[in-house]
């Protein structure tokens, strides 16, 4: 009986499960991390939403199987959001398909459109799913920058003009996890023209719609005219609504792609639970003012954040957008390369943050520090990074953090 399972085989231990397993060890051993490594929020969902979970979950009919391609209510309700946000017109019968959280969607859309010895272009440093997604799928990929420059679109000229058999889909997302940038719509523009031009599928995954600063919304692909003829734009509830366990998201854009990824849907799932569902639908429809008190206090955090690392010693780029803070490792320290420096915070400073090459090479010598503690928290995780620092000999300003 053979073990040498193929898809397995295709699948790099998962770095970022050691420094999760170390966190949770130092945890269990009685110590206080501040938890900085995963992008779950840690403030609550708004009470008019539990409140519909419960209200539903209260009635018999409520616990049968619900429907895999979602609830109609809530496919309209994603419609009409992206014709509130971004003026786009969707069909909610046949251009938005709901999902397990955006993952579950990209992984779904990858089991329906990749044969073995595809060939897709993704970003890299990425979420792992925009790459392991199409591996497990069988493809193959081949990397372009995250840098949304004119380096991006010669990579892509480059990869269409040599890599055989040609690609056939392009996977994006922006605000970017793990790096935060942002885009303008004229990006979009010339994906779309470049997409079409190249007979490619586009994967937009749009996860941090929401959490933009600054005053500069982030805009959808879907919003450059015939975009729908070649893309499909990947949201989620999790960031927006503070609701990432309830694990909702959706797929909205080309009706080809969303027709495939609905008919693998039906063979692998029944849908969320349907109180989850008639709950997002309360989510979408109902107050919005979480949403720019959620935008409000990550643009806090962030505040925070980059001055008082700085304050300890460690210059951080301030992001944009998103619920995270792409870090160069301190230049002194660089030789430790992201995981062993990642391994060294926690362990010394008891600050967890994710080590950049868990998302992708060219993640090397960075970390992801996702702004998930309160602004407290965040202070004496400078605090301890200072200690840190000072300990392996950096200089660092006199002056205290925080």
């Not at 790459?131 to 892509?156: C, N, W």
């Not at 190249?198 to 600054?214: G, M, Q």
């Not at 693998?264 to 008190?293: M, W």
Request: charged share 20%; net charge neutral; glycine share 8%.
């Amino acid at each position: 009986m053979s073990e040498d399972f193929y898809r397995i085989k295709r699948l790099p231990p998962y770095v970022i499960a050691e420094v999760n397993a170390m966190r949770a060890a130092a945890r269990a051993g009685g110590e206080d991390i501040i938890d900085l490594g995963m992008g779950n929020p840690d403030l609550p969902p708004p009470e008019h939403v539990i409140e519909k979970l419960v209200e539903v979950a209260r009635k018999p009919s409520a616990h049968g199987y619900s429907q895999s391609k979602g609830i109609p209510g809530l496919r309209k309700a994603q419609a009409n959001y992206y014709g509130r946000r971004f003026g786009v017109d969707v069909d909610p019968e046949t251009e938005v398909v709901v999902t397990m959280g955006s993952k579950e969607g990209l992984a779904s859309l990858a089991t329906a459109i990749t044969a073995p010895g595809d060939v897709v272009l993704a970003p890299n440093p990425s979420y792992p799913i925009h790459t392991f997604g199409f591996i497990i799928a069988g493809a193959t990929i081949r990397a372009v920058p995250t840098t949304p420059d004119e380096a991006y679109f010669e990579s892509l000229e480059r990869a269409m003009a040599f890599t055989v058999p040609a690609p056939s889909v392009l996977v994006m997302g922006y605000p970017s996890n793990p790096t935060a940038e942002v885009v303008d719509l004229a990006f979009y523009e010339r994906v779309v023209a470049f997409a079409k031009n190249h007979k490619l599928w586009v994967i937009s995954d749009l996860a941090y719609s929401e959490l933009y600063f600054d005053g500069k919304p982030t805009p959808s692909i879907l919003q450059v005219p015939g975009a729908k003829d070649v893309a499909i734009e990947f949201t989620s509830l999790s960031k927006t609504y503070s609701m990432a366990g309830w694990r909702m998201g959706f797929g909205v854009g080309n009706k080809t792609l969303i027709a495939a990824m609905t008919r693998v849907k039906s063979y692998l799932d029944y849908g969320a639970f349907t109180p989850i569902q008639a709950a997002a639908c309360a989510a979408l429809n109902g107050p919005q003012d979480i949403v720019e008190r959620n935008r409000q206090l990550y643009h806090k955090r962030r505040d925070v954040l980059v001055e008082s690392f700085s304050r300890a010693g460690w210059d951080i780029p301030s992001p944009r957008a998103s619920m995270f803070a792409w870090a160069p490792l301190p230049p002194a320290l660089a030789h430790l390369g992201s995981l062993e420096f990642t391994k060294q915070l926690l362990t010394h400073a008891h600050v967890a943050v994710a080590p950049g090459v868990g998302y992708g090479e060219n993640g090397e010598g960075y970390v992801r520090i996702a702004m998930v503690e309160n602004e407290q928290r965040l202070r004496q995780a400078a605090r301890n990074v200072k200690k840190y620092l000072q300990s392996m000999g950096v200089n660092t300003p006199a002056r205290g953090a925080g």
